[in-house]
T-cell receptor, first 109, second 115 residues
Framework: GQSLEQPSEVTAVEGAIVQINCTYQ??????LSWYQQHDGGAPTFLSY????GLEETGRFSSFLSRSDSYGYLLLQELQMKDSASYFC??????????FGSGTRLLVRP | DVKVTQSSRYLVKRTGEKVFLECVQD?????MFWYRQDPGLGLRLIYF???????EKGDIPEGYSVSREKKERFSLILESASTNQTSMYLC??????????????FGAGSRLTVL
């Protein structure tokens, strides 16, 4: 089966950098994705890592180490609007995409 | 603008009722998914479909069934609703292959309350 672990909550200050970690266990691995969900909204795709290393998309970056079964999402120059829940998700050899329980990020002024 | 549309935003049903949740996507995506979301539990996969008339169980299929008669439409059915099925239900779709299958587009969600 698949399981993903991530911290339940993280707090950071506006303008700072925050890292949200995700460790996973999967039988077969076809990449790690990250999604953002604001309260009352639907999850939206942020980033995908299929290979080891760092992927950068503006203020957001995502990292993957397959040998450590570990990844993280890095948010730079935090803004108030970044307050949301962030989910990591992994896929096995089928099209089954399993999500972690989510990390709630609170950005303080 | 790509879209996944869920038929009902809010529903209130009684215990034992049959409930249909409809989802339509206009992106010609091969894969479609139904998740439920509960506080502290994240998104849990109920069923997914990778082709018309094909379905696979997710992690929590008990008490649910699905139907995919057309590529663009994926329905979730609660044969006899129970109070523990009160939840937010999210439909999503994706392309086949890699990395497309890792990029889900979600609908706005259907909040179901079973009394």
């Amino acid at each position: 089966g698949q399981s993903l672990e991530q911290p339940s909550e993280v707090t950071a200050v506006e303008g700072a950098i925050v890292q949200i970690n995700c460790t996973y266990q999967t039988s077969g691995f076809y990449g790690l994705s990250w999604y953002q969900q604001h309260d009352g909204g639907a999850p939206t795709f942020l980033s995908y890592n299929g290979l080891d290393g760092l992927e950068e998309t503006g203020r957001f970056s995502s990292f993957l180490s397959r040998s450590d079964s570990y990844g993280y999402l890095l948010l730079q120059e935090l803004q108030m609007k970044d307050s949301a829940s962030y989910f990591c998700a992994s896929r096995d050899s089928s099209y089954k995409l399993i999500f972690g329980s989510g990390t709630r990020l609170l950005v303080r002024p | 603008d790509v879209k996944v549309t869920q038929s009902s935003r809010y529903l209130v049903k009684r215990t034992g009722e049959k409930v249909f949740l409809e989802c339509v996507q206009d992106m010609d995506h091969e894969n479609m998914f139904w998740y439920r979301q509960d506080p502290g539990l994240g998104l849990r996969l109920i069923y997914f479909s990778y082709d018309v008339k094909m379905k696979e169980k997710g992690d929590i299929p008990e008490g649910y069934s699905v139907s995919r008669e057309k590529k663009e439409r994926f329905s979730l059915i609660l044969e006899s609703a129970s109070t523990n099925q009160t939840s937010m239900y999210l439909c999503a779709s994706s392309l086949a292959g890699t990395p497309g299958a890792n990029v889900l587009t979600f609908g706005a969600g259907s909040r179901l309350t079973v009394l």
